[in-house]
Each structure stands twice: as structure tokens, then as C-alpha cells.
């Protein structure tokens, strides 16, 4: 459980992901998604004040979002961030130091994943000049090089235009084939449809898991024209 100024964010909360699974969590605005991906992460402020985090058999409750970091855990931010002076090669190479390391045909390989020139990227600096579309694909494929055991996902596509929803599916699935976990949060059918499983949440709460296409439907059809923002349905 998590709360902010009286009010319960997080709400019993029971969610499970799978070794190389991919699992979308789906809900309207407010529903409480990125403050899970937050409290999963372990950023400040975002401490869960019952239950506990189990990752690969341990309970990781208590440690630092850096500490979390180097198990294999990481969240890209559904505003990805700007680092003025910091080029894209050393952004990449970094996000890789744990992983070992990369080659420069492993940076610009990742560039291609995502769409990017290696030519006209890697040099450039991870700031202003760069469009919020463009950051993001750089912070994708910095997830590429570091390969990490479970990847956060929040609003993947957000920023990026609808024509390339299919290549933002086609990388979701490469971070699987990796060898990572992947917790998506979305409110895309089509990111949905990818995924191994999607649960659905709405006022802090898991109301029902399983079949990504059943989940989306029922949002689509059930949450969406929903004006209530205070009493969830109960799960069937």
C-alpha cells in the first residue's frame, strides 16, 4: 500500500511477472500505473508502506533505487530526460557498464533497433536539440545495451507517432528475446496484444489479470465510458 496526503494510491496490490514475460498494465489516467512503476523502482518518495518486493527470490523492500539498479532492474521514464554535454554513445556505453560493456557495433546496432541513424546520432548530445520522440528511442535503446532483468516500461509510445506503434511492439519483443522481463504500462491495444499477459487497474487496484486481448477489451468496453473515479467494479 501506498498513500499521499491521506489518500490510498496503491491499494493491495498483487501482481507477479514472469521470467522473459512481457505484461502490460492497463487503466485510465489516475489509475495509479506510473506510481506503481515508481514504488517498483524504489524512487524517493514513492516508498510502500506495507507488503513487500520480491524480485528473483529476494525482498528488495528495503533497498535504493541504485541498490534495485544493480540487481537488473530498470524504468524508462515516460518523459525521458535530457543530459546537456552527454553524448548519445557515452549515454549508451554507460547504461552497458554493467552488462559488460559494449562495442561500437553494439551502440549503433541499437540505434537501428530503434529507428535511429548511427551516424547522425551517436555523436550528438542527449539534450534540447533533440525532440521528446527522439530521447525516447535513445533511452529504448539504451535498455537494448543494457539488457537488464526486468525493464519498466511507462507509456513506451508516448511522444512517438502512431505509425511507429509497430516498431515500439517489434522492440518490446527484443528486450524479451534478450532475455528480460517487461512490465509495459499502456493504454494501447496494440502494445496490449503483444504481451504475454496484461493486467487492468483502476483507483490503486488490480481488478483482474490474464489475456491481454480479454484485459483490453474490457477497458475499452467497461472502464473507458466509466465516470466513476472512486468505486471500482469488483473483478468477476
Known amino acids: 500500500m501506498l498513500s499521499r496526503d491521506g489518500k490510498k494510491i496503491l491499494r493491495g496490490v ?51 533505487i541504485t541498490e534495485r539498479a544493480k540487481k537488473g ?14 553524448r548519445v554513445r557515452d549515454y549508451l556505453a554507460i547504461g552497458a557498464k554493467g552488462n559488460g560493456g559494449v562495442t561500437e557495433e553494439d551502440l549503433k546496432e541499437a540505434l537501428r533497433k530503434v529507428d535511429l541513424k548511427p551516424e547522425k546520432y551517436l555523436d550528438r548530445e542527449v539534450g534540447e536539440a533533440l525532440s521528446g520522440g527522439e530521447r525516447k528511442r535513445i533511452e529504448l535503446a539504451s535498455i537494448i545495451t543494457m539488457k537488464p532483468k526486468l525493464a519498466i ?15 515500439i511492439v517489434n522492440l518490446i519483443q ?22 504475454d499477459k496484461a493486467s487492468l487497474m483502476c483507483e490503486g487496484v488490480i481488478l483482474r489479470s490474464g489475456d491481454p486481448l480479454e484485459i483490453s477489451e474490457f477497458f475499452k468496453n467497461r472502464c473507458i465510458p466509466c465516470d466513476s473515479r472512486v468505486s471500482p467494479p469488483k473483478a468477476a
Do not use: C
Not at 73 to 86: K, N, S, V
Not at 174 to 195: D, M, Y
Open 174 to 195: 527484443t528486450f524479451k528475446e534478450n532475455g528480460s522481463s517487461v512490465l509495459v504500462i499502456t493504454h494501447r491495444k496494440e502494445i496490449a496484444a503483444a504481451s
Open 153 to 167: 516500461l511507462d507509456e513506451p509510445d508516448s511522444g512517438i507517432d502512431v505509425v511507429s506503434l509497430k516498431e
Open 73 to 86: 532492474i530498470t524504468l524508462a521514464w515516460q518523459e525521458p530526460a535530457r543530459f546537456e554535454g552527454l
Open 14 to 64: 498483487n501482481l507477479e511477472v514472469g521470467d522473459r514475460e512481457i505484461h502490460s498494465i492497463i487503466g485510465a489516467n489516475g489509475a495509479g500505473k506510473s506510481t506503481l512503476a515508481y514504488t517498483l523502482m524504489g524512487l524517493q518518495g514513492y516508498e510502500h508502506e506495507e507488503g513487500s518486493l520480491i524480485f528473483n527470490g529476494e525482498d528488495i523492500s528495503k533497498l535504493s
